[in-house]
């Protein structure tokens, strides 16, 4: 791997070049950093665990095949998050279905109520929390959330969640500032 003491050091784009180079171990550190991120972004955007793995699985894939056209022309999360992005939509056009529609989160309930049974009495507290911002989130239009997930899942800048959604910094930024004031009011109501 890349010379130095570790890889938390080097930036995600000298990473990406590193891979580029041949290096493997320069994309496992880089899968590490964002896989929670871009499943979670994906898991967003259509609400079904089985196409989120799926579309997870196509968005590394198409970064392995991509891997000798990368440039260093915009943070590596903003490419990245493109790509997670664009093959969304293509996947959308695609199947034009009504799961995206659907809100069927059984699972999750489960899964969530199930570790929440596990946790010290003060976690309870923290879980009702966060299922309800989880809900608040999934409750926001489309372009809301997904500008809300960019910032927060991938830290992107508001310039960045315009060029990855293709709109322009003013709708970007109003879109983040709407759903962040629906967050609020949201969680001011449920106390």
Do not use: C, S, W
């Given at each position: 791997m890349?010379?130095?003491?570790g890889s938390e050091e080097h930036s995600d784009e000298d990473l990406m070049l590193s891979y580029q180079q041949g290096d493997?171990?320069?994309?496992?550190?880089?899968?590490?950093?964002?896989?929670?991120?871009?499943?979670?972004?994906l898991l967003a955007k259509c609400y079904?665990?089985?196409?989120a793995e799926e579309l997870f699985q196509d968005v590394w894939m198409k970064l392995i095949v991509a891997r000798d056209r990368?440039?260093?022309?915009?943070?590596?999360t903003t490419y990245l998050y493109q790509l997670a992005h664009n093959h969304f939509v293509d996947y959308y056009r695609k199947t034009r279905t009504d799961v995206f529609q659907q809100k069927d989160c059984d699972e999750d309930v489960e899964q969530i109520t199930a570790e929440a049974q596990?946790?010290?009495?003060?976690?309870?507290?923290?879980?009702?929390?966060?299922?309800?911002?989880?809900?608040?989130?999934?409750?926001?239009?489309?372009?809301?959330?997904?500008?809300f997930m960019l910032r927060e899942e991938a830290g992107l800048t508001v310039a960045e969640i315009a060029e990855v959604t293709g709109v322009n910094a003013e709708t970007a930024k109003s879109r983040l500032r709407y759903a962040v004031k629906k967050l609020r009011a949201g969680l001011k109501e449920n106390g």
């Open positions: 890349m010379a130095g003491n493997a171990a320069a994309f496992e550190v880089l899968y590490e950093r964002h896989k929670g991120g871009v499943f979670r972004y079904q665990q089985a196409i990368y440039e260093v022309r915009a943070k590596f596990k946790q010290a009495d003060e976690q309870l507290d923290i879980q009702r929390q966060t299922e309800t911002l989880a809900e608040l989130i999934d409750n926001l239009p489309d372009e809301q959330r997904e500008a």
